[in-house]
T-cell receptor, first 112, second 110 residues
Framework: QQKVQQSPESLSVPEGGMASLNCTSS?????YFWWYRQHSGEGPKALM?????GDKKEGRFTAHLNKASLHVSLHIRDSQPSDSALYFCAAKEGFASALTFGSGTKVIPCLP | EAAVTQSPRSKVAVTGGKVTLSCHQTNNHDYMYWYRQDTGHGLRLIHY???????EKGDIPDGYKASRPSQENFSLILELASLSQTAVYFCASSERDRQYFGPGTRLTVL
């Protein structure tokens, strides 16, 4: 079983709509969480990190962490065509530890 | 923006042959990583390094070696390439936290 599991595998989002991505960890040692975005043909790029319970907002992106349930989510509001990408959740134990990635959620913007 | 480059960008290798993938960073970062990406598995860590002349095994090190001759350079070596090693390989660097990825190398083993 993968230590970091993401759902759904793919998600169609109307332009201007809201996308919600989920991530659950099975390892209680994971304390630090990241969201990475990968556009087709490119390397992943860090979107945002979240280390404390609650919400963290950066522009159109909001991450939510619940450490008790080891659940992290990413919400993308006002979906744009440029949001078409593979989104990875990643977790690590310590600040300097290596990351463990989930298998990704593919976001597919569509016409409203 | 931090810069990580990889070479070659794509390669076709024969089964049993030796393959070396190279990574170079100009970020002055201490940490460097090698990942492979397969459909359905996301990114899996092969080897990483905290300092020059030292490497550590990641989650899937079997069949791979790594070399960190300097802070800037990190290589991944497949001594005997196998069909199962066909994948896209990414190098990344970090200063402990945010990782900066290269553009990837698409390796096909025939």
């Amino acid at each position: 079983q993968q230590k970091v599991q993401q759902s759904p595998e793919s998600l169609s989002v109307p332009e201007g709509g809201m996308a919600s991505l989920n991530c659950t960890s099975s390892d209680r040692n994971f304390q630090y969480f990241w969201w990475y975005r990968q556009h087709s043909g490119e390397g992943p790029k860090a979107l945002m990190s979240i280390f404390s319970d609650g919400d963290k907002k950066e522009g159109r992106f909001t991450a939510h962490l619940n450490k008790a349930s080891l659940h992290v989510s990413l919400h993308i509001r006002d979906s744009q065509p440029s949001d078409s990408a593979l989104y990875f959740c990643a977790a690590k134990e310590g600040f300097a530890s290596a990351l463990t990635f989930g298998s990704g959620t593919k976001v597919i913007p569509c016409l409203p | 923006e931090a810069a990580v480059t990889q070479s070659p960008r794509s390669k076709v290798a024969v089964t049993g042959g030796k393959v070396t993938l190279s990574c170079h960073q100009t970020n002055n970062h201490d940490y460097m990583y090698w990942y492979r990406q397969d459909t359905g598995h996301g990114l899996r860590l092969i080897h990483y390094s905290y300092v020059a002349d030292s490497t550590e095994k990641g989650d899937i090190p079997d069949g791979y070696k790594a070399s960190r001759p300097s802070q800037e350079n990190f290589s991944l070596i497949l001594e005997l390439a196998s069909l199962s090693q066909t994948a896209v390989y990414f190098c990344a660097s970090s200063e402990r936290d945010r990782q900066y990825f290269g553009p990837g190398t698409r390796l096909t083993v025939l």
